[in-house]
């Protein structure tokens, strides 16, 4: 009987499909809803599971998506797809120092640096988060059963510093990514974007879908055609002559959801370079100003993007718990540095 490697983290946030398990009915099998069908061809995982995977389009039949109410009919082909390619490796704990804001017997919150990818998937194989928890909590079986989302139950991308919640137990686990599912928890990120909204504030609540051009990034159809609904509420902070500080708060969570949705507005993130927000896309044509910018850039290596702000309910007291933390050295330099431009901003800069 297979296992199905399925978290909700996965579910909300897809990122490029791969096929891992394939089924055939056979030709007497008799009409039987897919989720019944699956639950008993699949290791370790619930009906619970199967109809979330079903309703973010993970299950097929013959090709095409199917809801967990489907009757599999004789000699259907059925097909589960997840968001990594599969691959037989080995999950070797490795001793990577982590920035443990919280812990208890139940879960823990990082503040995870800029650069460090959160699980193992095609192309990362070594020095992720969950390399440091296998080897941090080692002596706890759900950190040392060789599963490469051990513990998660949501994620940021590589670049984007900032606050995670990862649980220490099974029960845990189900709980938070529960709440994550359900749009019950609290996250705030700060980022810095070209030019200033006309609005001060507002939400952006436009569907996400791949980039039929480029997988690797996100595209927001204008006609709301195809995607996943997602929803970003934005405030601006502080206006720095061509760029903002702004706040997101996410309703959802979707793959590079505040990036698309920024650019979506016409305010791409500050040295974004998948979303082309690290060109200069404000400002003046003078020498000295590019050089200004280029500058920045170089301090700041990265999407302007941090997760700064994190709650939710504790799985076993009940209790709400929120956890702020400062803005990494890199942002905050370049804040600084802008903040000087401005002060010290003459006709030929």
């Not at 400002?283 to 850039?297: L, S």
Request: charged letters at 25%; hydrophobic letters at 35%.
């Amino acid at each position: 009987m297979s296992k199905m490697w399925l978290h909700l983290d996965e579910i909300e946030e897809q990122s490029e499909l791969f096929e891992h398990f394939r089924f055939v009915a056979d030709a007497g099998q008799s009409l039987l809803r897919i989720d019944k069908f699956l639950l008993h061809r699949l290791h370790d995982t619930s009906r619970t599971k199967i109809k979330a995977a079903a309703d973010v389009g993970c299950i097929l039949v013959n090709d095409r998506q199917v809801k967990a109410n489907y009757k599999v009919k004789p000699s259907d082909v059925v097909v589960i797809m997840l968001s990594y390619p599969r691959k037989e490796y080995e999950l070797i704990p490795e001793d990577i120092p982590l920035d443990v804001v919280y812990e208890d017997d139940t879960l823990l919150v990082v503040n995870k640096k800029a650069g460090m990818v959160v699980h193992p998937a095609y192309g990362n194989f070594t020095g992720t988060l969950v390399h440091a928890l296998a080897y941090r909590y080692r002596q706890l079986e759900m950190f040392s059963q060789q599963d490469n989302r051990a513990g998660l139950v949501h994620r940021i991308d590589k670049d984007t510093s900032g606050l995670l919640v990862i649980a220490k137990t099974e029960k845990a686990k189900s709980h938070l990514g529960k709440q994550f599912f359900d749009k019950t928890s609290y996250r705030v990120y700060q980022a810095l974007v070209w030019g200033i909204p006309k609005e001060r504030e507002g939400t952006i609540d436009a569907p996400i879908a791949r980039n039929p051009k480029n997988r690797q990034v996100m595209y927001i159809y204008p006609d709301g055609s195809q995607g996943k609904r997602a929803v970003t509420h934005y405030k601006t902070l502080e206006e720095l002559g061509y760029i903002s500080l702004v706040e997101c708060r996410l309703e959802t969570g979707r793959t590079h959801q505040i990036r698309i949705h920024m650019k979506h507005i016409g305010h791409p993130l500050f040295n974004d370079a998948d979303y082309g927000g690290n060109q200069i896309l404000k400002g003046t044509t003078f020498t000295k100003y590019r050089q200004f910018v280029e500058n920045c850039f170089k301090i700041l290596p990265r999407q302007a993007l941090h997760a700064k702000e994190l709650g939710f309910t504790h799985p076993e007291t009940g209790r709400w718990m929120q956890f702020d933390s400062d803005l990494p050295a890199d942002m905050a330099q370049v804040i600084d540095k802008w903040r000087t431009y401005l002060s010290g901003r003459t006709s030929d800069i």
